[in-house]
């Protein structure tokens, strides 16, 4: 009796466009979006050379971004810099990171 089941075509969508999408990747799943948080000291500034040697050596090429205002470092609620921002979410605030330990937290992110 199917009262309460699915529908047929209810179990046959993959996604919300019923499964007509094509299947090319998105944006996102394929590069990680890097900001770099600071003033734009020297700390920050090796930061981003980290940063930056990661993804030669991962043979990335997505762009870095440098927030250096401060209200927009706030609203991700850091409060020491240099810190790094990973797809949005932070992942290192305070210290400067090695280029090894940007690897491995890029590795981390899936990317």
Known sequence: MGLFGKK???Q???CCCGGNCAPEKNEREEHARIKVLGSGCPR???LEASVRAAQAELGMDTPIEHVTDFSQI???GV???PALVV????VSS???LKK????DILKGTGK
């Open 79 to 81: 409060m020491s810099t």
């Open 74 to 76: 706030a609203s991700y």
């Open 94 to 96: 305070g210290r400067v």
């Open 100 to 103: 090894d330990e940007v690897i």
């Open 12 to 14: 046959t969508k993959t």
């Open 87 to 90: 797809d949005g979410k932070v």
């Open 8 to 10: 047929k075509d209810e």
């Open 44 to 46: 920050c500034q090796a």
